[in-house]
């Protein structure tokens, strides 16, 4: 019975209670009440329309990221390089607009080659942390937070000094792209739908790779057993290269996506912390693309709406971090009791 | 230490595994434990260790006391040691270290003392190991003196060894059978549990048989092997006649080439295997045999020479270039090298079809696996996970993997840790590739099974190869002589 998949999710949502439990105590220990705080953040996120519309823009590069991560997670590599990829995409995306800001290209045109650029810009981010971890032996943990710190660097570099606004550089980042640069909008609410068509569309991408190809197929053995799947006959660096490139560019879109969809121009913290976030996301729902959207979905809503927590209940915004950090922990901590019970109970 | 086992059960789930034993081992004598995979002794003997506790109802009378145990380091109190098949020790620490381990004292060691202690005991009986040196560059047989050593230093009064004789070489095993020979004398008891029949008989004073769980008999000397296999098995096993192989065409030819890793330098291999053929690799492990099976496989790029596959030069080519012309290679570590834990049994033969095309087709890789399983006598599912199965259901799935045609296997110990039924059956397969011209070349330390299946050995003795030698016409006292070093006077290189 410990085995069934319902188990799973029966202790999947005892962490939920724990976690939501520890919260609850944090917050009675200042003096706020928790039944207030945990209803101003469901009313900060889906209680109306535009709210919903909110929680969709940080959805969007959300999903993205973690269909990436998925990827290099199932060839067993932990890209923690994902961070900087997503500015690389961004930067990549706004050099794009940049070249083409006096053309008379259509905009949509224009927007479609910044995803490319925003793809390849976050493509070969990852490729560096691959060459690094292929060819001189430096593993993709430390490479990729290497070049995390280079890619912020980068951006500032670029905000005051290439690309900084004439007169005034300043942390509120470069000059804002035209308009017609920006990606459609529903109506009134700031979320584009084509952006939300493409996260989907990578998520379910990402799940068929995974469970319908061979090429998915090959990725989970090399990342299960390296040396195994050599000897199998699969060229596993090479793979492990793939993995990277495919996280890279998917990151890179969510980049692409903050730029034309969200700042219309390149902050110094255009990742949002979404490639931290996205590594969470994957690993709570252990690895699973099925769970991507719900989960993804269920983070980017504690996010929005722990923005209402300062202004009504002068709490700190970061509680929202704080839930999601602890329940991360008790679910790989619920989830390791489980393999011990199941252990157990399978030896006597 | 006198020991008596009286009804000992256990129940995994629904596997009974241990059914009513009642066994008595007198006080300084050599019980051995016989039978095969899935018998039951290794049960038994964890019973005995501390490992995991018997169904209610069981006891065991140490000295004549009952005594109950929750863990090994409970049953070390008693005075019960257990030497595993694979040392459980420290590779990265040092001889002293790893002695040292598991001693109750102090928080801060007499390293000085330890060594005097260590270097005493050493010499009383007879092993040389230097206590700085570090575990991992000792041979496995040198980590089952240190492991030895160190529980005798305990106080282990009972002694229970795992098939100690697997990956050691001739003389160390001939070192460890005249240690466990004095061991009686000082009332120690010891017990011998192994499936290699000539161990058990020119060791132990009396065998104890088990069969699906069950103790079927005890057996005195003079031992009759007959006898043995029928308890075992319960029917008489031969190994099968040998048939003529006809020799083919040369399939693999090794022209001067040159081999080296970190320890070893073998220079001047020339060597042709031919189609059909089956070549053994004899030696104490670590002589050079795995370089040059690994070198057959091109895991191991040679120094010099030249390598030839049906006339194609492959010298210098990667390991996935001669996989696609048609070498094969099953190595020894399962879980490690062979096969990919996680996956399953389906997904394993899809990935070794070396699929073309994007989506997996999963109805005929379920039918595939499906198809194997049966004609490999698998027992597992589709949908297994290759890490739940047995290690001799692993074995027989590494060789479902195989595909078709293939010019050269080459086996690491195919058969190690297996009952003989199951040799049998991994043995009739690869026969049965013979036939279609493929050439085989295996790597055992049993000797048996070199003489039994191969048409030429190499033996392999610190990084020299013999010639090689017509498995009809030699013996086991040769390789063994071969192996040890002797004999090897006017052989330099080898020739075929």
Request: glycine share 10%; aromatic share 10%; hydrophobic share 45%.
């Amino acid at each position: 019975m410990l085995k069934s998949r319902w188990s799973g999710l029966f202790f999947q949502l005892i962490a939920l209670v724990l976690s939501l439990t520890v919260v609850s105590l944090i917050l009675l220990s200042i003096g706020a009440s928790p039944l207030n705080a945990f209803s101003n953040m469901l009313t900060g996120s889906v209680g109306s329309t535009r709210k919903i519309a909110e929680v969709l823009v940080s959805f969007v590069p959300l999903l993205l990221v973690t269909a990436g991560l998925l990827i290099t997670f199932s060839a067993g590599l932990w890209n923690i390089g994902v961070e900087g990829q997503i500015v690389l995409g961004a930067i990549a995306s706004v050099w794009v607009f940049r070249i083409f800001i006096d053309s008379t290209l259509p905009p949509s045109l224009i927007i479609f080659l910044s995803f490319l650029g925003g793809m390849f810009g976050g493509a070969l981010w990852a490729a560096l942390t691959g060459l690094l971890k292929t060819f001189g032996g430096v593993n993709e943990i430390f490479g990729g937070l290497g070049l995390n710190f280079v890619a912020n660097a980068l951006t500032l570099y670029l905000i005051f000094g290439a690309w900084k606004r004439e007169g005034v550089a300043s942390m509120s980042g470069t000059e804002p792209l035209p308009d017609s640069f920006s990606l459609d909008q529903l109506g009134e609410l700031r979320i584009s739908p084509t952006a939300l068509i493409v996260a989907i569309l990578a998520i379910v991408f990402v799940y068929f790779v995974l469970n319908g190809t061979y090429f998915g197929l090959k990725l989970k053995a090399v990342g299960k057993n390296f040396r195994a799947a050599y000897l199998l006959g699969i060229p596993t660096w090479q793979y492990s290269m793939y993995s990277f490139l495919i996280c890279g560019a998917l990151a890179g879109i969510a980049g692409a996506v903050q730029v034309a969809a969200v700042y219309h121009r390149l902050i110094p913290s255009i990742s949002s912390g979404y490639g931290y976030l996205g590594l969470m996301v994957a690993m709570l729902i252990n690895y699973q693309a099925i769970w991507a959207i719900p989960v993804a979905f269920f983070f980017a809503a504690l996010n929005i709406g722990s923005i209402q927590l300062p202004i009504v209940m002068q709490l700190d915004s970061s509680l929202s971090g704080v839930l999601q950090g602890i329940l991360v922990l008790f679910v790989l901590l619920v989830e390791g009791f489980r393999q011990k019970f199941i252990k157990r109970s399978s030896q006597t | 230490m006198h020991v008596e086992l009286k009804n000992i059960n256990k129940h995994f789930g629904k596997v009974h595994a241990n059914k009513n034993i009642n066994l008595t081992i007198p006080s300084g004598s050599i019980q051995g434990i016989l039978g095969e995979n899935g018998a039951g002794k290794s049960t038994l003997m964890k019973v005995l260790s501390g490992f995991i506790q018997a169904d209610p109802g069981s006891e065991i009378l140490l000295d004549g006391k009952p005594v109950k145990m929750n863990s090994p380091a409970d049953a070390i109190q008693y005075g019960i040691g257990m030497l595993h098949q694979d040392p459980l020790d420290f590779p990265p620490m040092k001889v002293l270290d790893n002695f040292l381990l598991g001693i109750p004292g102090s928080f801060f060691p007499n390293r000085k003392e330890a060594t005097q202690d260590f270097i005493l005991l050493t010499q009383e009986y007879g092993f040389l190991l230097d206590p700085e040196n570090y575990v991992d560059a000792l041979t496995v047989g040198e980590r089952q003196q240190l492991e030895i050593m160190r529980l005798i230093f305990l106080g282990v009064r009972l002694f229970i060894l795992d098939e100690p004789t697997t990956g050691i070489s001739a003389s160390q095993k001939e070192k460890l059978f005249s240690t466990l020979k004095k061991f009686p004398e000082q009332a120690m008891t010891v017990i011998f549990v192994s499936h290699k029949l000539e161990d058990v008989e020119s060791l132990c004073d009396r065998v104890a048989v088990l069969r699906a769980g069950e103790l079927v008999g005890e057996v005195n000397p003079p031992y009759q092997t007959k006898k043995f296999v029928e308890m075992m098995f319960g029917k008489e096993v031969t190994l099968g006649d040998k048939q003529p192989t006809k020799i083919g065409d040369t399939v693999l030819a090794m022209n001067n080439v040159a081999l080296e890793d970190a320890r070893l330098k073998i220079k001047d291999i020339n060597f042709e295997i031919h189609a059909g053929e089956v070549v053994g690799l004899a030696g104490m492990e670590g002589s050079g045999q795995d370089l040059f099976m690994r070198a057959c496989a091109g895991l191991v790029r040679p120094v010099g020479g030249k390598i030839q596959l049906k006339g194609q030069d492959l010298s210098g080519k990667s390991y996935h270039t001669y996989k696609h012309a048609g070498v094969s290679f099953l190595p020894a570590a399962r879980l490690e090298e062979a096969l990919v834990p996680g996956l399953t049994l389906t997904d394993h033969f899809i990935l070794a079809e070396q699929p073309k095309g994007i989506f997996i087709d999963k109805p005929a890789g379920e039918k595939l696996a499906e198809e194997r399983i049966k004609s490999f006598n698998i027992r597992g599912t589709p949908l297994s996970n290759v890490e739940s199965l047995s290690g001799g259901n692993q074995q027989r799935a590494e060789l479902a993997l195989l595909q078709d045609p293939l010019d050269l296997i080459l086996l690491e110990h195919p058969t190690r840790g297996l009952d003989i039924e199951s040799v049998i059956y991994i043995w009739n397969k690869l026969k049965e590739r013979c036939k279609q011209n493929t050439s085989i070349i295996f790597i055992s330390s049993d000797l048996e099974e070199i003489l039994q299946y191969s048409d030429r050995v190499l033996v392999f003795f610190n990084g020299k190869i013999s010639n090689p030698l017509d498995a009809n016409k030699t013996n086991v006292k040769e390789l063994g002589q071969l192996i040890g070093g002797k004999g090897w006077a006017d052989e330099e290189g080898s020739h075929a």
